[in-house]
């Protein structure tokens, strides 16, 4: 998700396994058309950043045109192509078009395909400053979610637990667009935002879930509010004013022992003592032979606040758990829930959970599903003070 540093771009394969492998009760799925709601919001995707060629294939009827003045480039039934930057703009199979930015639009029963994902909605390809290029689908709020659940859980959970990814993904979806609507887009398609992967990620089950929740948000005092989650919160989700400037009672933080089940419940990590000298050292930081780790304080849900680093020659720094687990990498250091120690040239960590831990617990909310609770159940549990409302009611819709 997401400013939302999940890290949950390498959990997602293990969640599916995972998930296949335990038994999943059939919940009784209410019979009932999706809520109406009159308008569906476009969302600005950044699918591709700062490459210097894609592939496109466009398979049926399609037109593309000039970004800024709509001047047609080119039409037809059909196109395999090579675009790349260009000496006056972009090069469409090596044509030049002489255009800084092209939109690509299908007709009706086309489709796009950009790098082999198929698209829904319109394209837009822009060269950058720098000469590289950056790739939006623009795309409707609902059928962007369709390709958003599948990464972030397993289309084989529970319906409840679908339909409160759902509503938590579109919340954060709006709230991002409603900060970045001076920027060229609104949302990355990778962790840093929430992972999609267009219409080639679509399930029935998670699209179902979609559908079921339309138009429906989260809110905090009747507007839209940072919906975080995260992977394995390993007992207590975190309070997001540690992480971020941010202090709402929705992200103080819930106790939690729902997620474990959860395979990334525990990790462990080791790494030789070179390897962390250099990159403390690639930071700036007056390190040379490690001689020790040590936690100095821990927070209320029991993550690393503060640690402290000693070298051979007594020199020290002192550092956050969130920086610590930046610099070394968020994938290694899963959580700032750890221990760590320095055992035979190694510095040896051992930890619980995955992610920031702000927000919902996604693996907590697969436990609560299972146990037959409904969607807005689980919803306000990790979001203590918010109500389930619709976009129709927000004071402004991005």
């Given at each position: 998700?997401?400013?939302?540093?999940?890290?949950?771009?390498?959990?997602?394969?293990?969640?599916?396994?995972?998930?296949?492998?335990?038994?999943?009760?059939?919940?009784?799925?209410?019979?009932?058309?999706?809520?109406?709601?009159?308008?569906?919001?476009?969302?600005?995707?950044?699918?591709?950043?700062?490459?210097?060629?894609?592939?496109?294939?466009?398979?049926?009827?399609?037109?593309?045109?000039?970004?800024?003045?709509?001047?047609?480039?080119?039409?037809?039934?059909?196109?395999?192509?090579?675009?790349?930057?260009?000496?006056?703009?972009?090069?469409?199979?090596?044509?030049?078009?002489?255009?800084?930015?092209?939109?690509?639009?299908?007709?009706?029963?086309?489709?796009?395909?950009?790098?082999?994902?198929?698209?829904?909605?319109?394209?837009?390809?822009?060269?950058?400053?720098?000469?590289?290029?950056?790739?939006?689908?623009?795309?409707?709020?609902?059928?962007?979610?369709?390709?958003?659940?599948?990464?972030?859980?397993?289309?084989?959970?529970?319906?409840?637990?679908?339909?409160?990814?759902?509503?938590?993904?579109?919340?954060?979806?709006?709230?991002?667009?409603?900060?970045?609507?001076?920027?060229?887009?609104?949302?990355?398609?990778?962790?840093?935002?929430?992972?999609?992967?267009?219409?080639?990620?679509?399930?029935?089950?998670?699209?179902?879930?979609?559908?079921?929740?339309?138009?429906?948000?989260?809110?905090?005092?009747?507007?839209?509010?940072?919906?975080?989650?995260?992977?394995?919160?390993?007992?207590?989700?975190?309070?997001?004013?540690?992480?971020?400037?941010?202090?709402?009672?929705?992200?103080?933080?819930?106790?939690?022992?729902?997620c474990m089940n959860s395979p990334h419940y525990k990790w462990s990590k080791e790494l030789p003592l070179w390897e962390a000298e250099k990159i403390l050292k690639d930071k700036g930081y007056a390190i040379d032979k490690i001689?020790?780790?040590?936690?100095?304080?821990?927070?209320?849900?029991?993550?690393?606040?503060?640690?402290?680093?000693?070298?051979?020659?007594?020199?020290?720094?002192?550092?956050?758990?969130?920086?610590?687990?930046?610099?070394?990498?968020?994938?290694?250091?899963?959580?700032?829930?750890?221990?760590?120690?320095?055992?035979?040239?190694?510095?040896?960590?051992?930890?619980?959970?995955?992610?920031?831990?702000?927000?919902?617990?996604?693996?907590?909310?697969?436990?609560?599903?299972?146990?037959?609770?409904?969607?807005?159940?689980?919803?306000?549990?990790?979001?203590?003070?918010?109500?389930?409302?619709?976009?129709?009611?927000?004071?402004?819709?991005?």
């Amino acid at each position: 998700m997401k400013k939302n540093i999940s890290f949950r771009l390498m959990a997602v394969s293990l969640v599916f396994f995972y998930a296949v492998s335990l038994p999943c009760p059939v919940f009784a799925e209410p019979v009932s058309a999706p809520p109406k709601v009159d308008q569906d919001p476009v969302m600005r995707v950044n699918i591709i950043d700062d490459t210097s060629g894609i592939k496109m294939v466009l398979k049926g009827r399609y037109k593309i045109t000039d970004v800024i003045s709509g001047i047609s480039l080119s039409e037809g039934p059909y196109l395999t192509a090579k675009v790349e930057p260009g000496v006056d703009g972009i090069k469409l199979n090596a044509k030049d078009l002489a255009s800084t930015g092209i939109r690509v639009k299908v007709f009706k029963d086309a489709n796009i395909y950009i790098e082999n994902k198929r698209f829904r909605g319109d394209v837009d390809i822009l060269k950058k400053p720098n000469g590289n290029l950056m790739v939006i689908n623009y795309i409707p709020l609902e059928e962007y979610l369709y390709g958003v659940l599948y990464h972030e859980v397993s289309h084989r959970w529970p319906m409840e637990a679908l339909k409160v990814q759902a509503i938590a993904a579109r919340t954060f979806a709006l709230y991002q667009a409603r900060q970045n609507k001076t920027k060229p887009y609104d949302l990355r398609s990778d962790i840093y935002s929430q992972v999609y992967g267009g219409r080639t990620s679509e399930k029935w089950s998670t699209t179902r879930a979609v559908d079921l929740t339309r138009g429906q948000v989260l809110t905090y005092k009747a507007d839209i509010f940072p919906a975080y989650y995260h992977a394995t919160c390993a007992g207590h989700t975190e309070d997001a004013s540690n992480l971020w400037n941010i202090d709402i009672p929705p992200l103080k933080g819930v106790v939690c022992n729902f997620c474990m089940n959860s395979p990334h419940y525990k990790w462990s990590k080791e790494l030789p003592l070179w390897e962390a000298e250099k990159i403390l050292k690639d930071k700036g930081y007056a390190i040379d032979k490690i001689a020790s780790i040590e936690v100095l304080s821990t927070n209320a849900s029991g993550r690393v606040d503060k640690l402290e680093i000693k070298s051979e020659s007594n020199n020290s720094v002192i550092l956050t758990g969130k920086d610590f687990r930046q610099m070394i990498g968020p994938n290694e250091i899963r959580s700032t829930k750890f221990s760590a120690s320095i055992k035979r040239g190694k510095l040896v960590m051992a930890g619980t959970g995955w992610g920031h831990g702000v927000g919902m617990c996604q693996w907590g909310v697969y436990g609560q599903a299972r146990r037959g609770k409904r969607a807005d159940e689980i919803l306000k549990y990790y979001y203590p003070g918010t109500e389930i409302s619709s976009i129709n009611k927000l004071k402004t819709v991005p």
